[in-house]
């Protein structure tokens, strides 16, 4: 899939118009660690490096520098919004900077795909990273070289080993919670051999999985992560930055606090899951500002629950498997908790950092309701976008009565007449919007019922209802096919009751219905979306999420729209009345053939 470039988002509220934030741990923490200086002492050395690059440079001109850390291996999702939000946005309310640093550690293939749509995300959602006149875009496999370097330190200084044991050695030998780990029989090695052994594993000596090197901490902590954590393995790929410099690769947990380091971070912000890895962060860190490596203050690190949604996954592992089964249409399919597919279907940055910041920040996890993120998109959406009528399944209205009652034209035919609404209720300064009602218009299939069950106040023999912003038409009663099927429906208008004129309210109906005109209404495709996923929680305790993918999840239909709607160019988002939120789909459509995606429906129809 290609990604074009972000244009500058429409129908958007201003950002004045977002609520005041309640406070968080996190910003506790920010706060009293900018009021006590925590961070004062810290240099910039203009980009990332040693210590005494930084040592070199002048007083850090960001208060706090945080990052937000993606492997580039797929498409961002709901869960990602949270992480970037809480960073990027952390940064600014305390005159900070955010890092985007794409953690490509990994000599995986990075594909750039995944680095453009990334890129292409973050900006969608309102951040940016160029502060201080530079570029805060960073690749983790820049930091190769000083990750070696740091690795020769520690087995310098008596810190780290290279252990021959098999990998299943190693497992077998660390222990697990009740029972201490068992020291390596290479745990001694002097660092001189040490040092041999490690350059020969640079150097292609050996083969793939024959040896590691590995930290020299503890085998008897009860903390499992600080017996001996392994630092680097050979693995003979090539990287798609370094290409075939290297054939050893560091292990994530040693590569992040490097990372944060050699950029400045003062709070490394994670998840839960990386609580556990803290007290090796901390004693690799330390060892290293030993050594001179690094300054102090080292950055720490703080970990808060994960964004859990209910009717969503966010693993990316999973995710791929919808795309590539074609359970979706791709990643941005609209109905993928994908960033990309959020935004086809019509979701609004604003709306994902209203739920970004609803959804909280705590240690304590739990799960966000769907309806909360359909919530925030109705609220960004009501005051911003343009009202339109459609009709999802159209039945024509056939007026017998118009010609004698509106008159006709020169040729004999029935006149038009010309209709307006607001384009907006509450904003009059948006104008209006122009359609014409004639002897035939479209409406909506379920507003008659040639026997009406009880509580019906709209169409059916004998009752009256307003055309919104037109006229009040009597239902006369209805045609039907062979089959018995309704074919259309029979009215006939009661004059004088024009919406607007004076006395058009003389005549009292109970039921209103939208409709859109024959002569000028607009065939257009539109895709009705709903959730994904039957159940709440798809993959919880191991379940095969696939088994609950929701069948009925897209239901195309052939619509008929105002005229307004000629103008609507991809990502514009409107309010179908009666219906919900709508927006031009940003991949298919044209003004010649146009394509409307639901977004979310004017009430929350799952809670009943
Ligand atoms: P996945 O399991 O989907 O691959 P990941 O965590 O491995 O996700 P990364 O690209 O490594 O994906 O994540 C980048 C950042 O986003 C990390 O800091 C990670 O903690 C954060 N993140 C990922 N999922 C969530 C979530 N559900 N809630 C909050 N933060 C998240
Ligand atoms: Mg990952």
């Not at 054939?247 to 990386?274: G, K, N, V």
């Not at 209006?432 to 002897?439: C, D, E, K, P, Y």
């Not at 209802?465 to 037109?470: D, E, N, P």
Request: proline residues 8%; glycine residues 8%.
């Amino acid at each position: 899939m290609s990604t074009p470039p972000s244009k500058p988002a429409k129908n958007t509220a201003p950002a004045a118009a977002e609520p005041a934030k309640p406070s968080n741990f996190l910003r506790q923490i920010i706060e009293s660690d900018l009021a006590n200086g925590v961070n004062a002492s810290r240099r910039w050395g203009g980009s990332p490096g040693d210590g005494a690059h930084h040592a070199a440079g002048g007083p850090d001109p960001a208060r706090i520098r945080t990052r937000f850390p993606p492997e580039p291996n797929g498409y961002l999702h709901i869960g990602h919004a949270k992480s970037i939000c809480l960073n990027f946005g952390l940064a600014q309310e305390y005159g900070g900077v955010c890092h985007l640093r794409f953690d490509d550690t990994n000599p995986e293939k990075e594909d750039k795909e995944f680095v453009d749509a990334i890129v292409d995300t973050v900006h969608w959602l309102g951040f940016d990273w160029e502060a201080h006149g530079c570029k805060h875009l960073y690749h983790a496999s820049d930091y190769f070289d000083f990750m070696y370097r740091a690795a020769e330190y520690l087995i310098t200084a008596g810190h780290a080993y290279v252990d021959e044991q098999s990998a299943e050695e190693i497992r077998i030998n660390r222990g697990d919670f009740s029972r201490p780990g068992v020291d390596s029989p290479f745990r001694n090695r002097s660092p001189e051999e040490n040092l041999t052994r490690f350059r020969e594993m640079r150097d292609g000596g050996h083969l793939d999985g024959s040896m590691v090197l590995r930290a020299r901490i503890d085998m008897a902590s009860p903390n499992i992560n600080m017996r001996d954590p392994t630092i680097y393995r050979i693995r003979r790929a090539p990287h798609h930055n370094t290409g075939d410099k290297w054939c050893i690769y560091p292990m994530y947990a040693y590569a992040h606090p490097i990372e944060d380091a050699l950029e400045q971070i003062t709070h490394s912000i994670c998840t839960l899951e990386f609580e556990d890895q803290r007290p090796w962060y901390d004693w690799l860190l330390a060892r290293l500002i030993e050594g001179g490596l690094l300054t102090a203050p080292p950055p720490r690190q703080y970990e808060f629950a994960r964004l859990n949604l209910t009717y969503v996954i966010t693993s990316k592992r999973k995710l791929a498997a919808l795309v590539y089964d074609h359970k979706v249409s791709g990643w941005d399919d609209p109905r993928m908790p994908t960033l990309v597919g959020l935004r086809r279907r019509g979701y609004t940055p604003e709306s994902i950092r209203l739920l970004a910041e609803r959804a909280g920040t705590s240690k304590a996890g739990g799960w966000t309701d769907y309806s909360s993120l359909e919530g925030c998109l109705r609220e960004t959406l009501e005051e911003v976008a343009p009202r339109a009528m459609a009709v999802l399944d159209p039945i024509k209205l056939v007026i017998s009565n118009w010609d004698a009652v509106i008159g006709v034209d020169a040729d004999g035919n029935g006149r038009l007449d010309e209709c307006s609404a607001p384009v907006h209720p509450h904003r009059p300064e948006l104008g209006r919007r122009q359609f014409a009602m004639g002897s035939e218009v479209w409406i909506e299939r379920g507003d008659f019922m040639e026997t009406p069950s009880k509580g019906f106040f709209r169409l059916y023999p004998g009752n009256k209802v307003r055309l919104k912003y037109g006229h009040v038409i009597e239902c006369t009663g209805c045609s039907k096919g062979p089959d018995g099927a309704v074919t259309a429906v029979h009215a006939t208008l009661i004059p004088d009751t024009k919406s607007g004129t004076p006395g058009s309210d003389n005549i009292k109906v109970k039921g209103v219905i939208t409709w859109v005109g024959v002569s000028d209404g607009l065939p257009a495709e539109v895709r009705l979306y709903d959730r994904l996923f039957t159940e709440p929680q798809p993959d919880a305790g191991g379940r095969d999420f696939l088994a609950s993918l929701n069948p009925d999840s897209l239901r195309v239909v052939q619509a008929i729209v105002e005229p307004s709607l000629a103008q609507a160019q991809p990502d514009d988002r409107f309010q179908f009345e009666r219906h919900g939120y709508f927006v031009a789909d940003r991949v298919d459509h044209t003004p010649a053939k146009p394509v409307f995606n639901l977004s979310v429906g004017l009430k929350d129809t799952w809670a009943r």
